[in-house]
């Protein structure tokens, strides 16, 4: 059963840092790997969606890579902005579009 | 475009009740998906549709039932409430299921007492 894990929980940094948030899975067989943003009381944005054969996209300030070697992903994100502060998840798709989800990463952006 | 919308928002049930989530696209999606969101537990699929007239389990069906009379609604059923059942649901909807991205609906928070 494939379990997906995201490190650190909550991450709290100053505007305009660049910074890296982890996800890790433990079945390497997978369609694509997705990452999501939530807003509180909202629903999931989709930000970025790689599919098995590629090694990362990127959209705007957001790059995200896969390993599917090692079971990793990252998000990066550029220049950070209050406005990025949300709950960041990520998921696996090991049956086209069965997700398993990451339990998030709190991301709080000071001004 | 309205793309997921789930109602009610928000729902207060007693032990043994029965309700009704209705999930409505307009983007013409094949696929839909009803989730449940707790803390510490992520969030985990209950039923999902590949197309109308066809539901299937997901990774949490007990005490769910789920219709898809048409393409375009997806209806989650909880027959006899529990207090285990306590939590944010999720509609989503994706045009296939070869990597296409979900879209997910703003969430009904249900409490049973």
């Known amino acids: 059963k494939q379990e997906v894990t995201q490190i650190p929980a909550a991450l709290s940094v100053p505007e305009g840092e660049n910074l890296v948030l982890n996800c890790s899975f433990t079945d390497s067989a997978i369609y694509n790997l997705q990452w999501f943003r939530q807003d509180p009381g909202k629903g999931l944005t989709s930000l970025l969606l790689?599919?098995?054969?590629?090694r990362e996209q990127t959209s705007g300030r957001l790059n995200a890579s896969l390993d599917k070697s090692s079971g990793r992903s990252t998000l990066y994100i550029a220049a950070s902005q209050p406005g990025d502060s949300a709950t960041y998840l990520c998921a696996a798709d090991n049956a086209g579009n069965m997700l398993t989800f990451g339990g998030g990463t709190r991301l709080m952006v000071k001004p | 475009n309205a793309g997921v919308t789930q109602t009610p928002k928000f729902r207060v049930l007693k032990t043994g009740q029965s309700m009704t989530l209705l999930c409505a696209q307009d983007m013409n999606h094949e696929y839909m998906y009803w989730y449940r969101q707790d803390p510490g537990m992520g969030l985990r699929l209950i039923h999902y549709?590949?197309?109308?007239?066809?539901?299937a389990k997901g990774e949490v069906p007990d005490g769910y039932n789920v219709s898809r009379l048409k393409k375009q609604n997806f209806l989650l059923g909880l027959e006899s409430a529990a207090p285990s059942q306590t939590s944010v649901y999720f509609c989503a909807s994706s045009y296939s299921f070869l990597g296409t991205p979900l879209h997910f609906g703003n969430g009904t928070r249900l409490t049973v007492t």
């Open positions: 790689i599919q098995s054969s590629q």
């Open positions: 549709s590949v197309g109308e007239g066809t539901t």
